[in-house]
């Protein structure tokens, strides 16, 4: 399955929806799939890809400087380490937070967003509004998200596109030397790794 752009309304998801299981009824009739496979596909998205992926991956390379060297090097090679690759990530490039910068990701022409890490994207990440203003204020889009950035720290705005796709390396929180990368993992969160929240 390629992704293109073409533009997606929330508006349109019902009539998508219907679409859908009509094809798919189509498709089990004509024996082009069959209906486990479809299942095993929705499964799939719906329970064993999500931002608990990424959240390992986040986890992983605080805790391991070896990794994070790796994941910022090639994302690709670094989380199929962890088993996440595949559809819609085939081209991930991680970009790191520090003291200096703060990333946030967009895609501005449609919804690419990289899926075997962060699952399927939130309906805000779609929109219009966070698509257009992301890039021309972020500073103001970001403290409505409930993000203050010092004057002093730079925001860097990637816009993702079918191929490259971005997922953003938190800064790791203070106090928390002692945690274990299970621990470390739960405090990560999917907008925390879009850079609209911190973690
Ligand atoms: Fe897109």
């Known amino acids: 399955m390629s992704h293109d752009h073409n533009h997606e309304h929330d508006e349109e998801e019902s009539g998508i929806a219907l679409r859908v299981k009509a094809l798919e009824q189509i498709l089990i009739e004509k024996n082009v799939v069959n209906a486990e496979a479809l299942d095993e596909f929705v499964d799939i998205f719906e329970n064993r890809v999500g931002p608990q992926n990424g959240a390992r991956v986040v986890a992983r390379a605080w805790s391991d400087p070896k990794f994070r060297q790796r994941l910022l090097d090639n994302g690709v090679d670094a989380?199929?380490?962890?088993?996440?690759?595949?559809?819609?990530?085939?081209?991930?490039?991680?970009?790191?937070?520090?003291?200096?910068?703060?990333?946030?990701?967009?895609?501005?022409?449609?919804?690419?967003?990289?899926?075997?890490?962060?699952?399927?994207?939130?309906?805000?990440?779609?929109?219009?509004?966070?698509?257009?203003?992301?890039?021309?204020?972020?500073?103001?889009?970001?403290?409505?998200?409930?993000?203050?950035?010092?004057?002093?720290?730079?925001?860097?705005?990637?816009?993702?596109?079918?191929?490259?796709?971005?997922?953003?390396?938190?800064?790791?929180?203070?106090?928390?030397?002692?945690?274990?990368?299970d621990a470390l993992a739960e405090l990560v969160t999917r907008d925390g790794m879009i850079g609209t929240a911190l973690v």
Not at 160 to 169: E, G, I, T
Request: with cysteine.
């Open 79 to 181: 989380t199929a380490e962890l088993g996440f690759s595949g559809l819609q990530g085939e081209h991930l490039k991680v970009v790191e937070n520090t003291d200096e910068v703060h990333n946030v990701v967009v895609c501005t022409l449609c919804s690419c967003y990289p899926w075997p890490v962060l699952g399927l994207p939130p309906v805000w990440y779609k929109s219009q509004a966070y698509r257009s203003r992301v890039v021309r204020e972020p500073k103001q889009v970001l403290l409505e998200f409930g993000i203050t950035l010092p004057d002093s720290k730079k925001i860097r705005v990637w816009d993702s596109n079918a191929d490259l796709r971005y997922m953003v390396l938190p800064q790791r929180p203070e106090g928390t030397e002692h945690l274990g990368q």
